[in-house]
């Protein structure tokens, strides 16, 4: 079947604005992250849902940032009054039970670039 | 605070040789260990993982080797080729009824030259 699909794959802010980027996981996956990778660095755990609950928000740097899965399916990461830090790759996964655990399958990623 | 650490940052084999990606980490409480396989402008891919209950796990080509003891767990490849040139990276989570979030090395540039 599909895997995790990501949108915009690519996108320029300006300093201050605001974005949102989406995720659609593999239908079914109750369990949701999202990660930032810098560039040359691996991924960062920054929140996770379990269905439209979102559990673990630990990882958010800020209070700019801020994600939603509001019906369980589709996950929303918006990040307010961008920053230059903010430039990274987002990637999100989905999760279903595995050989041992529950294993994230990821999808391509949204790389931001704020100017 | 890097909970995982992974070396070396860069490696450069010729095709048919044996790549060897080291991982170090400090939370005894991990029990669960991936390595994941990322090409340019993709998201990362799960390759081969183990639990610290075995110490050898063998998929195809990769194999992983892990001892608890020292803390550390590595990554071999088999009869390496020019299409296994990607970054990899390992990483490390603890069981948590779904929130297994992923603590991640810092990558392994790996080149295999033809």
């Known amino acids: 079947g599909a895997g995790v699909s990501q949108s915009p794959r690519y996108k320029v802010a300006k300093r201050g604005q605001d974005v949102a980027l989406r995720c659609d996981p593999i239908s079914g996956h109750v369990s949701l992250f999202w990660y930032q990778q810098a560039l040359g660095q691996g991924p960062e755990f920054l929140t996770y849902?379990?269905?439209?609950?979102?559990?673990?928000k630990s990882g958010l740097p800020s209070d700019r940032f801020f994600a939603e899965r509001p019906e369980g399916s589709v996950s929303t990461l918006k990040i307010q009054r961008t920053q230059q830090e903010d430039s990274a790759v987002y990637l999100c996964a989905s999760s279903a039970p595995g050989q041992f655990t529950y294993e994230q399958y990821f999808g391509p990623g949204t790389r931001l670039t704020v100017t | 605070q890097q909970q995982v650490k992974q070396s070396p940052q860069s490696l450069i084999v010729q095709k048919g040789g044996i790549p060897i990606i080291n991982c170090a980490y400090e939370n005894t409480a991990f029990d669960y260990f991936p390595w994941y396989q990322q090409f340019p402008g993709k998201g990362p891919a799960l390759l081969i993982a183990i639990r610290p209950d075995v110490s050898e796990k063998k998929e195809g080509r990769f194999t992983i080797s892990f001892n608890k003891s020292a803390k550390q767990f590595s990554l071999h490849i088999m009869d390496s080729q020019p299409g296994d040139s990607a970054t990899y990276f390992c990483?490390?989570?603890?069981?948590?009824?779904?929130?297994?979030?992923?603590?991640f090395g810092t990558g392994t540039r790996l080149t295999i030259i033809p």
């Open positions: 990483a490390a989570s603890e069981s948590n009824f779904g929130n297994e979030k992923l603590t």
């Open positions: 849902f379990q269905n439209e609950a979102q559990l673990d």
